[in-house]
């Protein structure tokens, strides 16, 4: 196993397209996680799954936002109609005892 | 709601010396987890060490150690004989729940530099 796995890496998308992002949780780890991360900020917390049951989400995150961990195996968060104030790093991380690892992130540019 | 306050936006420290990054919180809870991250520039952040707030004996994890201050609500790294692998974005964070398993709350991070 080699860690959390997303992709792609980077998302290069005009304003008011539809991005998905994916997210490949260490195989045994039944809790994942979504954050967002601007420049220079520490990474903000969007939402999370206990295997496929989406335990909360994050007032920051709009109607445009979704997220779903079908099977509690690999996870996707879809923006719809993107804005430039959707450009950051998403990140993921999974976890199983409390301990969270991160993947490398998928960095989104909205032009 | 819980807030993490990280104060130093940037360090720096040479090579094989100590550095301490300070961290404080608030929180109406009494059991919580707290945990500092390290980001370096690849961007893949990596747990560095973490403290459950009923133990009063502070964490070590080799080269770095805490200080956990529960009635002050601080919760400070201390890095010894810093190296240049140190050098990252080293980020506070806080957590609910069983072994802190809940949504992580982070303070803004502080950048630190190692000197040769």
């Known amino acids: 196993d080699t860690g959390v796995s997303q992709n792609p890496r980077h998302k290069i998308t005009k304003r008011g397209q539809n991005v998905t992002f994916r997210c490949d949780p260490i195989s045994e780890h039944n809790r994942l996680y979504w954050y967002r991360q601007t420049l220079g900020q520490g990474p903000e917390f969007l939402t999370y799954f206990q295997n496929e049951a989406q335990l909360e989400k994050s007032r920051l995150l709009s109607d445009r936002f979704s997220a779903e961990r079908p099977k509690g195996s690999f996870s996707t968060l879809e923006i719809q109609r993107t804005e430039q104030g959707d450009s950051a790093m998403y990140l993921c991380?999974?976890?199983?005892?409390?301990?969270?690892?991160f993947g490398q992130g998928t960095r989104l540019t909205v032009v | 709601a819980q807030t993490v306050t990280q104060s130093q936006p940037e360090m720096s420290v040479q090579e094989a010396e100590t550095v301490t990054l300070s961290c404080t919180y608030d929180?109406?809870?009494?059991?919580?987890?707290l945990f500092w991250y390290k980001q370096p520039p690849s961007r893949q952040m990596i747990l560095v060490i973490r403290q459950e707030a009923y133990k009063q004996q502070n964490a070590t994890e080799n080269r770095f150690s805490v200080n956990f201050q529960k009635a002050a609500k601080s919760f400070s790294l201390k890095i010894s004989d810093s190296q240049l692998g140190d050098a990252a974005m080293y980020f506070c964070a806080y957590s609910l729940g069983d072994f802190g398993n809940e949504k992580l709350t982070f303070g803004t991070g502080t950048r630190l530099t190692i000197i040769p």
């Open positions: 991380a999974s976890s199983s005892t409390g301990i969270a690892f």
């Open positions: 929180t109406s809870e009494s059991d919580y987890y």
